[in-house]
């Protein structure tokens, strides 16, 4: 079994670290989600989301643990088990990332259909009316597709423009706006972390090849005169 370079060893653990890191950050994330949505009443809707987080974040900081226990001990089936591991990882993460950019033209769609289905704005239920007029206090917009007058004669006050206003015209574009670019966000770190990944198996791979090569043991040389004891003491060559 071959002896694997120390700096080599040391960029692995520093890469597994940061996958262990990032998987211990999902799985608060992941609890922080559930408490939340628990308290809303709205835990129903997310349920089978939260169960799937909670078992990546657990797979990938198993994955992690098992890949550096492999590099420390230099054992192969665990490092084995870590490369084929953050493979399927890899290409799920890939997946993902694919399935987000070919969703983003429907995103702004299903976001405009949706909200336009709200129309009239007048007729709406309180609890939209408030959301609607949160949503028209943070962007300082009115209306959803014609300004103010998807309101009719109920004008609400977070619609009156001030002097210093930032989008005086209707909110959709700016939801579709706000919304795309948390998509884009999300897609941007899950390529990040999927990089990430990649670099761990490359790594791993190297270390594997490295366990696997023989080192080279010189050979040794017989001489005929040692066997024969052809030897001279330094006393009998001066006397």
């Keep these: 079994m071959g002896k694997v370079n120390v700096c080599l060893k040391r960029s692995y653990f520093i890469v597994v670290g940061l996958i262990a890191i990032i998987a211990i950050l999902l799985l608060g994330l992941t609890l922080?989600?559930?408490?939340?949505?628990?308290?809303?009443?709205?835990?129903?809707?997310?349920?089978?989301?939260?169960?799937?987080?909670?078992a990546i974040a657990v797979i990938i900081l198993v994955l992690a643990f098992t890949g550096a226990f492999g590099a420390y001990k230099e054992k192969?089936?665990?490092?084995?088990?870590?490369?084929?591991?953050?493979?399927?990882?890899?290409?799920?993460?890939?997946a993902c990332?694919?399935?987000?950019?070919?969703?983003?033209?429907?995103?702004?769609?299903?976001?405009?259909?949706?909200?336009?289905?709200?129309?009239?704005?007048?007729?709406?239920s309180d609890s939209v009316t408030e959301s609607l007029m949160e949503i028209q206090g943070e962007f300082q917009c009115c209306g959803l597709d014609k300004g103010y007058q998807d309101w009719n004669n109920h004008i609400p006050e977070s619609c009156l423009c001030?002097?210093?206003?930032?989008?005086?015209?209707?909110?959709?574009?700016?939801?579709?706006e706000t919304a795309v670019g948390a998509l884009n966000a999300v897609l941007g770190i899950l390529l990040g972390v999927t990089l990430l990944w990649v670099l761990s198996v490359v790594l791993c791979v190297v270390i594997l090849c490295r366990l696997d090569r023989k080192d080279e043991i010189p050979a040794v040389v017989y001489s005929s005169e040692a066997k024969a004891g052809n030897y001279t003491t330094l006393t009998e060559e001066y006397t």
């Design 32 to 54: 922080f989600s559930h408490g939340h949505f628990h308290q809303e009443d709205e835990i129903e809707k997310v349920l089978t989301t939260l169960h799937a987080m909670y």
């Design 162 to 176: 001030v002097e210093d206003s930032v989008n005086p015209c209707p909110c959709i574009p700016f939801i579709v």
């Design 97 to 124: 990332n694919i399935a987000g950019l070919v969703s983003k033209p429907h995103l702004e769609k299903g976001i405009q259909k949706t909200y336009l289905s709200l129309l009239p704005l007048a007729n709406r």
């Design 76 to 94: 192969k089936w665990a490092l084995i088990v870590f490369t084929v591991g953050m493979i399927m990882t890899t290409l799920f993460m890939t």
